[in-house]
């Protein structure tokens, strides 16, 4: 499982976990490889594999900690402890808790508000944040400025600034066409 929740994480589009009930173990490790995480009021997250005998082990350790910080997650692993959805929400594990027949359009609505952003942008925002959070700060902002660099040599940043001018919704896919031939 770590194998394929890596991929999930490092994904090259956002992913969006959308948790109705419980999310327990697995099922747990895999909401925290997505990059957003919404959550049903009745949702519940824990990490129960002590109480089993193992621990978590497809990333589930590594994920919770950088979500939650190290001693949130160390409780929650050793103790087995169950977390409701607005405890999730308390402490970051989560980013919106809604009632149960929201989710899945909440979960759209976030989808299509990443979609209308530029592309490029948000994959190498999503690139950055994931790479630059386990780097040193200095190298966190090259990855940065290197990023946004590729940006601004971009159609996408072209017709996203031009858009805003004009007032009107920008054209991305025309600026990928363009960036595409260049």
């Not at 809604?98 to 359009?105: I, N």
Request: hydrophobic share 40%.
């Amino acid at each position: 499982m770590q194998g394929v929740y890596e991929k999930v994480e490092q994904f090259h589009k956002p992913t969006i976990a959308a948790v109705n009930g419980y999310a327990f173990g697995g099922g747990h490790e895999l909401a925290l490889s997505c990059d957003i995480r919404i959550a049903s009021t009745n949702a519940q997250f824990a990490l129960p594999e002590t109480s089993l005998g193992i621990m978590p082990a497809a990333g589930g350790t590594q994920r919770l900690a950088r979500l939650v910080g190290v001693g949130r997650a160390t409780e929650m692993i050793l103790t087995s402890r169950r977390v409701k959805a607005q405890e999730a929400l308390t402490m970051g594990l989560v980013t919106d808790v809604v009632e149960p027949e929201e989710l899945m359009s909440k979960a759209k609505e976030t989808a299509q508000t990443i979609l209308s952003t530029g592309p490029l942008a948000t994959q190498l925002a999503k690139t950055v944040v994931r790479h630059g959070f386990d780097a040193d700060h200095s190298t966190g902002i090259l990855l940065e400025r290197l990023a946004q660099s590729v940006l601004y040599s971009s159609a996408e940043k072209v017709e996203g600034t031009n858009a805003f001018l004009e007032k009107r919704t920008p054209d991305y896919r025309a600026a990928q066409r363009k960036d595409d031939e260049a």
